[in-house]
């Protein structure tokens, strides 16, 4: 967010804050594990006791549901950064326009010099979009997002049901020799990708910077190609409800207690089902792709948005609390904090720092994401102590304003 603090709604820093936190849970296999640990506790090796508990609650608690809770949010706020540009007398959206194209360049760094699960140039491109339907009521909006979102999911699993089939005809032993041949290809294309991850982790920084370039350059298109029906869907539902008042309060507290209770008590209902099935069954990995990626994704927004009500219920309090404090600097400075993340973690797994990658499973992971809540919770209050905002957030405002803008307090 671009506003002053005077001016902030308190309740989308704290929300922000969770997310930004809780997105670390998820993001920190892609830190620090090959691809396929996304997928199971046992790959690409046998998980321990640990892992085995680590990794059904992160699925359960955080999987698909903190990227939506996150992306709601961005959806919200550029609505609210509208609203306040026009409010001042200028053209919110062509200034939106101008902030989108410099967060899509800021993305662009961050895939090529730290992390390619960068999700900046993503929102940039999708929040382009967004922004034509701006001035649609609520109502149109949530409508649009669930048609998009139905038709999204469902193209994908039709496109899926191939993959997902042979699997399973092979678990039961009663495959055809075409099931057998797209089975074994896939696994074989899985564990390339797996080594093929592993290897550009362990890669000096100069030629981890090169690859990108002249090999994996494609990379942030194709995350707009396959995510951005999803990302989509997940921004209307946040402009959605900012136009309603649902982050400041307004809903009556019975309908905002309704969609809290509903919608993680649904959403955590298919999700924990879904746990306990994928545990039964040893993770099966095709199964576990499109599941997470597809299957799995009106539980995760269903969760997303309850957490998102919970948070608006108790946030009155938490605010005033020391942790809930915390929580909500972090928010305001989430752009500082998910990119510092990323330089933190990067440095601990990638072989031009400690080089970790590859050693731990999801139980001993948790130990990494503790710290880096720890050190996103310690410096965030007093950095805004001494300045406006954060550092990259400053930049992204001075640069959207074609100005230096003030930045100690």
């Not at 959403?267 to 576990?288: D, I, K, N, R």
């Not at 500082?336 to 992971?365: C, D, K, Q």
């Amino acid at each position: 967010m671009s506003a002053a603090p005077s001016d902030r709604i308190d309740t989308l820093d704290l929300i922000r804050g969770v997310a930004v936190l809780g997105i670390l849970a998820v993001n920190i296999i892609s830190f620090a594990a090959a691809p396929s640990a996304n997928y199971s506790p046992d790959l690409p090796q046998s998980g321990s006791t640990a892992d085995h508990w680590a990794y059904p609650i992160m699925l359960v608690l955080f999987e698909g549901k903190m990227r939506a809770l996150f992306s709601v949010l961005f959806g919200a706020s550029l609505l609210l950064f509208v609203a306040r540009s026009d409010a001042a007398g200028r053209d919110g959206a062509v200034l939106q326009l101008r902030r989108l194209g410099w967060l899509a360049g800021f993305g662009l760094l961050h895939f090529l010099l730290l992390w390619q699960g960068d999700i900046l140039f993503l929102y940039a491109v999708v929040g382009a979009i967004a922004l034509l339907l701006r001035r649609a009521p609520a109502l149109a909006l949530i409508a649009s997002a669930l048609f998009l979102f139905s038709i999204w999911q469902g193209w994908n699993a039709f496109q899926w049901q191939p993959d997902l089939q042979a699997e399973a005809a092979v678990a039961a032993g009663s495959a055809s020799p075409a099931q057998i041949q797209t089975y074994t290809g896939n696994m074989a294309y899985f564990r390339t990708d797996d080594r093929t991850e592993l290897t550009a982790m362990q890669q000096d920084w100069p030629r981890l910077v090169a690859d990108k370039l002249t090999k994996q350059w494609f990379k942030p298109l194709i995350a707009v190609l396959f995510v951005s029906g999803e990302t989509l869907t997940y921004f209307l539902f946040g402009m959605a409800l900012f136009k309603t008042g649902f982050f400041n309060g307004d809903w009556p507290r019975g309908r905002t207690f309704g969609l809290a209770l509903g919608g993680i008590g649904l959403g955590g209902l298919a999700t924990g089902s879904f746990a306990l099935w994928a545990h039964q069954a040893h993770y099966p990995e095709t199964a576990m792709r499109f599941a997470i990626s597809y299957g799995l994704s009106f539980a995760h927004l269903a969760m997303a948005l309850g957490y998102a009500a919970l948070l608006v219920l108790l946030a009155p309090r938490l605010i005033k609390a020391r942790l809930g404090q915390r929580i909500a600097a972090a928010g305001r400075m989430a752009f500082s904090n998910y990119i510092g993340t990323s330089l933190v973690m990067t440095a601990l797994f990638y072989s031009w720092g400690l080089g970790l990658a590859g050693r731990y499973g999801h139980g001993a992971l948790t130990g990494f994401v503790a710290l880096g809540w720890v050190l996103m919770l310690a410096w965030s209050t007093p950095w805004l102590d001494r300045f406006r905002q954060g550092p990259l957030e400053w930049a992204w405002r001075s640069l959207t304003e074609r100005a230096v803008l003030p930045f100690r307090r």
